[in-house]
C-alpha cells in the first residue's frame, strides 16, 4: 500500500512537472507600441505564427499584440501588406497615416515586419508624432529588475552611413506609470530608480527639446507577504520530497 501510494505520489509530481516545462518552451516576445507616449509597454505575446508564413517575426508579434489588447482586436487596429521594400505597416494602433512607422527589435532597427524574432525577444513599434518624422528612438539598458535598478537612458541616431548609433544621454526625466518623478540622468545617461510602492512599474522617461519614443522597463518593488503563486510552488516541492520520502520507505519495507 505505502509503495502503491508514494508511486502516485511520484507519477503526480512529475506529469506536473512536465506540463510545466512543456509551457515553459512556448516562446514569448515582450511588445511596446508608442504613440507619442506609450500604449502598449512590454506585454508579453506568447508567439505563433500568425500570418501562416512559416515564421515566427515581428509581423505576428505586432498582429497578436493588437488582436490581445487592442479593442476590437486586430482586424480594427492593425494592417501590413507586402510591397516594393517588402512587408510593411500600414496600420498601427488604429492610426493610418501613409506609412509613418517605426520598428526596432531588441533596440536595433528592424529591417521589414518579416523579421524573425525568438523567445525573449522586445519589439518596439511605433508611430511618428513629429511633422519632420524626427521622432528620436531612445531606450534604458535593463528591460526588467527591482526597485533601485540603476538604468542608462539611450538615444539612437544615424551617422553618415546609416549606421545606428547608441549615445547615454543626460537630462531625461525618469517616469514611474506616466508620472515626472523629478529624478534626472546624469552626465553618462545613469539614473537610479526608487519605487514607493509595492508591485509592478511601468518606468519611461521624457527629455525636454525633443520629441522621443519613450524608453520602457519594467520594475518591481516586492511585497515581504508570500503571494499564492509562491506557495504553490513551495506546495509542489513540499509533494516532491513527501513522494520521494514515501517511495524510499516502501523500497525499505519490502
Known sequence: MKKTLALILACVIV????????????????VTIANGELVLAREPITLTDADGDGALTVNDALYLAHEAK?????????????GDYGLSLNKLWGVENGGSYGYFVNDNSAMSLADPVSDGDEVVAYIYTASDWSDAYTFFDIKSGASGAELTFCV???????ALVKTPTAGAEITVDGVK???KTDANGKAKVELAENGEHIVSAVLEGKVIVPPVCTLTKKDS???TGDAGIVALA?????????????????
Do not use: Q
Open 156 to 162: 539612437c541616431s544615424y551617422d553618415e552611413n546609416w
Open 70 to 82: 487592442f479593442e476590437g482586436g486586430a482586424a480594427a487596429g492593425y494592417a501590413s501588406s507586402t
Open 238 to 254: 513540499i509533494c516532491g520530497v513527501i513522494a520521494l520520502a514515501g517511495f524510499g520507505l516502501a523500497k525499505r519495507s519490502k
Open 181 to 183: 518623478t523629478g529624478v
Open 15 to 30: 506529469c506536473a512537472f512536465a506540463s510545466f516545462l512543456c509551457a515553459a518552451k512556448e516562446p514569448v516576445v515582450y
Open 225 to 227: 507577504t508570500p503571494k
